[in-house]
């Protein structure tokens, strides 16, 4: 069974503070992951997706993918009331198929 | 700007009737879509992989004489729940790649909140 396991949460996060996200998987074959932003009620917008080992980084937003220990995080700077969401990580098992984690549901603090 | 089209947003129908949810995709051709489905406080799960010109391709589990998809052209795939009832009342999303292979990411559909009184 592929498994995309994410702590649910919730995290609080002050705002400006740098919150970070973690997910690991089980398939040690794992070619693709991602990251997407889902607020209540929406559907997910993609955030980052990562591919090589090491980080990536994009505006506020950073991926570190870690293939040896299989994990990968997101990590968000300056974090702003507006990042308040539910966080989900995406992992492409071989296939072209997406699984997705329970995701993370992320609260900023005024 | 979207990339892919959902609709409708939303709907309610009455439990033994039928719906339909079609899903586009605007300025490529999507050859493949995938339909998720999400309960509540839950994450997405895939239902199934839609194929243009093919049979689609359902997970384990979903019912395919229930959950009838048609991809009849390279912009459009089709999701009718026939004889919904309470239990399908779900949020259903649709997906597909715009560039690249297998690799590359899914980018969804607005989404449609089915409710089944």
């Known amino acids: 069974q592929k498994e995309v396991e994410q702590n649910s949460g919730p995290l609080s996060v002050p705002e400006g503070a740098i919150a970070s996200l973690n997910c690991t998987y089980s398939d040690r074959g794992s070619q693709s992951f991602f990251w997407y932003r889902q607020y209540s009620g929406k559907s997910p917008e993609l955030i980052m997706f990562?591919?090589?080992?090491g980080d990536k980084e994009d505006g506020r937003f950073t991926a570190q993918l870690n293939k040896a220990s299989q994990y990968v995080s997101l990590l968000i700077r300056d974090s702003q009331p507006s990042d308040s969401a539910t966080y989900l990580c995406?992992?492409?098992?071989?296939?072209?198929?997406?699984?997705f984690g329970t995701g993370t549901r992320l609260t900023i603090i005024p | 700007g979207a990339v892919v089209s959902q609709h409708p947003s939303w709907v309610i129908c009455k439990s033994g009737t039928s719906v339909k949810i079609e899903c586009r995709s605007l300025d490529f051709q999507a050859t493949t879509m995938f339909w998720y489905r999400q309960f509540p406080k839950q994450s997405l799960m895939l239902m199934a992989t839609s194929n243009e010109g093919s049979k689609a391709t359902y997970e384990q589990g979903v019912e395919k004489d229930k959950f009838l998809i048609n991809h009849a052209s390279l912009t459009l795939s089709t999701l009718t729940v026939t004889s919904a009832h309470p239990e399908d009342s779900s949020f259903y999303i649709c997906?597909?790649?715009?560039?690249?292979?297998?690799?590359?990411?899914?980018?969804f559909g607005n989404g449609t909140r089915l409710t089944v009184t």
């Open positions: 990562i591919y090589s080992n």
């Open positions: 995406a992992v492409t098992f071989g296939n072209e198929k997406l699984t």
């Open positions: 997906s597909a790649r715009t560039w690249g292979g297998s690799n590359s990411p899914l980018h």
